[in-house]
T-cell receptor, first 110, second 114 residues
Framework: AQRVTQPEKLLSVFKGAPVELKCNYS??????LFWYVQYSRQRLQLLLR??SRESIKGFTADLNKGETSFHLKKPFAQEEDSAMYYC????????????FGSGTRLLVRP | EPEVTQTPSHQVTQMGQEVILRCVPI?????FYWYRQILGQKVEFLVS????????KSEIFDDQFSVERPDGSNFTLKIRSTKLEDSAMYFC????????????FGPGTRLTVL
């Protein structure tokens, strides 16, 4: 079964604190993993993808095939990071559809 | 970066009525998708559309649903006879010719079935 699990519905941290949003996936092949973000009143947008291996807005995510995880991390959270974060999987043998996790709301307090 | 708009932003309809949701891409595109998000639940894949035909659909996408590009530009999702459980946000997404599998999402249409 193809599934993405985000165990935390809400993650609340103070500004400057480290952040880790957890994502685990279930897929028998080699998927492509993404993090999408939705800021208040804005549309879903791509934050980063595992194949690019880059840092966007200070966020990084490493694909761990052994643990089937793709956790999103940032060493120092900013208030503007407050948003809904969705981990998503794209099976490589499909039409590049996205299978989403249930999302984690990140709240960064001043 | 491809842009996509959706109309209407909010649609209220009576159970059993037909609705058509529209997606308007602003630039070159390759794949189209429809997703839905029932309130409080995850975003779910409905259907993908490539080269003017359905390339993949989920089990949610039953005979009540259909997609087409009536004028070669707009991409529509039709629900023939709406049910209460069809109430959700419906998102259109597309992959541009040069965006390599990055899906660009529209702002969504909120469908309320009464």
């Amino acid at each position: 079964a193809q599934r993405v699990t985000q165990p935390e519905k809400l993650l609340s941290v103070f500004k400057g604190a480290p952040v880790e949003l957890k994502c685990n996936y279930s897929y028998s092949g080699s998927p492509e993993l993404f993090w999408y973000v939705q800021y208040s009143r804005q549309r879903l947008q791509l934050l980063l993808r595992h194949i690019s291996r880059e840092s966007i807005k200070g966020f990084t995510a490493d694909l761990n095939k052994g643990e089937t995880s793709f956790h999103l991390k940032k060493p120092f959270a900013q208030e503007e990071d407050s948003a809904m974060y969705y981990c998503a999987l794209s099976p490589m043998d499909s039409s590049y559809k996205l299978i989403f996790g249930s999302g984690t709301r990140l709240l960064v307090r001043p | 970066e491809p842009e996509v708009t959706q109309t209407p932003s909010h649609q209220v309809t009576q159970m059993g009525q037909e609705v058509i949701l529209r997606c308007v891409p602003i630039s070159n595109h390759l794949y189209f998708y429809w997703y839905r998000q029932i309130l409080g639940q995850k975003v779910e894949f409905l259907v993908s559309f490539y080269n003017n035909e359905i390339s993949e659909k989920s089990e949610i996408f039953d005979d009540q649903f259909s997609v087409e590009r009536p004028d070669g530009s707009n991409f529509t999702l039709k629900i023939r006879s709406t049910k209460l459980e069809d109430s959700a946000m419906y998102f259109c997404a597309l992959v541009g010719r040069s965006s390599y599998n990055e899906q660009f999402f529209g702002p969504g249409t909120r469908l309320t079935v009464l």
